[in-house]
């Protein structure tokens, strides 16, 4: 019995000494994902739209492009660097602006309005993406400092056997800034 509890013994802190973690990611990369991650999107959106110019054209492509870039782009950096709460954090607060601000438009124009209700919701529109567009500037400016302060706290339990204190778990804790 106690050679089959020291063969798993051995093999459990041998596969627990060979895990590593990954190179962390600075906090300028982190900023930089997230900046072009944004930009590039957004201005690829705003090309097209401007491309295509007045008419009956298919928006669709370039309403995503300018969407997900306001929506995704600021969170990556947080989540390259494994910030993934925060990165979510940021999504939902736009998610919520943006929906709010989509009903706030129906309510005021609905589905039949004149030019004087468009006019009104088109304001309210405009007021509800600039919300959106400084919660991405404010995810971008801050992803530097959050990714600073993130500190990774490790535990590792591992089981240890003595010859004269006998069976026993050893509890490692690791901080790192």
């Not at 943006?98 to 529109?125: D, K, P, W, Y």
């Amino acid at each position: 019995m106690r050679y089959a509890l020291l063969g798993s013994l051995a093999l459990v802190g041998t596969s627990v000494a060979a895990q590593t973690t990954p190179a962390p990611v600075s906090a300028e990369a982190a900023y930089k994902t997230s900046l072009w991650g944004t930009i590039i999107p957004v201005t690829a959106g705003a090309a097209i739209l401007v491309a295509q110019g007045g008419g009956e054209h298919d928006r669709t492509g370039a309403m995503l492009l300018l969407w997900g870039g306001s929506m995704f782009g600021p969170a990556l950096g947080y989540a390259q660097t494994g910030l993934g709460g925060r990165a979510s954090k940021g999504i939902g607060i736009r998610a919520g602006i943006e929906l709010v601000t989509l009903a706030a438009a129906f309510a005021v124009c609905g589905m039949n309005c004149n030019h004087n209700q468009e006019s009104r919701a088109n304001i309210v529109l405009l007021g509800g993406l600039s919300l959106v567009a400084v919660s991405a500037i404010y995810d971008i400016t801050h992803v530097r400092r959050n990714v600073g302060r993130h500190t990774a706290t490790t535990v590792s339990f591992t089981p240890i056997y003595a010859a004269d204190r006998g069976v026993g778990m050893r509890v490692a804790l690791g901080h790192a800034f």
